[in-house]
Each structure stands twice: as structure tokens, then as C-alpha cells.
């Protein structure tokens, strides 16, 4: 793998698990993809700001709470966030579905 390739498991969960309609409803050169760890630097958090409070959170803590969410993702229990990037690669908008199993 080369440097510039990011490992499947930056993300939070299978991007195939993203209806290619909602990709293809968003604006020219917006995309939408998992949550992956270095969105920490990509304005995420940023995004959530604009909604709430959102504290002092270190790069260490959002990849530690990134780890934990990344432990159920991508099955058909857990947390599934998604970010929309602009064109140039920052997060503009956040979403998250978090699925439970139920009776």
C-alpha cells in the first residue's frame, strides 16, 4: 500500500454502506463518506459546533472515541456517523444513524 492510500480501517464503517442515490443528490464536488480518524483535522468538529457545544476535545480523544464507535460500525448494530466534504476535502456537514437490534 502507498502513502497516499488510505487503510480501510480509517473509516467508521464500509463506505458501500452509503446509498449511491444520496451520494449522487448532494451538490458537484460535495461527497459523502464514514467518518474516518483524520477528520479530527478535516473541521469536524468545527461542523458540530455550529449546532452545540462541543468543549475542548484532543486529537487523542477523538481517536480513542473514534476507536469506540469503529468497534460496532459496518454491522447491523451501531453508530454510523457521515460527514460531507467540500470540494476541497473539508467537513461541511455531519450526520449519524445509530442503529439497535430489536425484538
Partial sequence: MNGTTKAPTDSLFPASLISPAVAAALPEAYT?????????????????????????????????????????GGTAVGTHVLVILDGEGKVVGTGALLVERKL
Avoid: H, N
Fill in 32 to 72: 459523502i463518506r464514514p467518518l474516518q480518524r483524520g477528520d479530527y483535522s478535516a473541521g469536524f468538529l468545527d461542523v458540530l459546533r455550529v449546532l452545540t457545544t462541543v468543549g475542548e476535545v484532543s486529537q487523542a480523544d477523538f481517536e480513542t472515541r473514534f476507536d469506540e464507535m469503529k468497534q460496532t
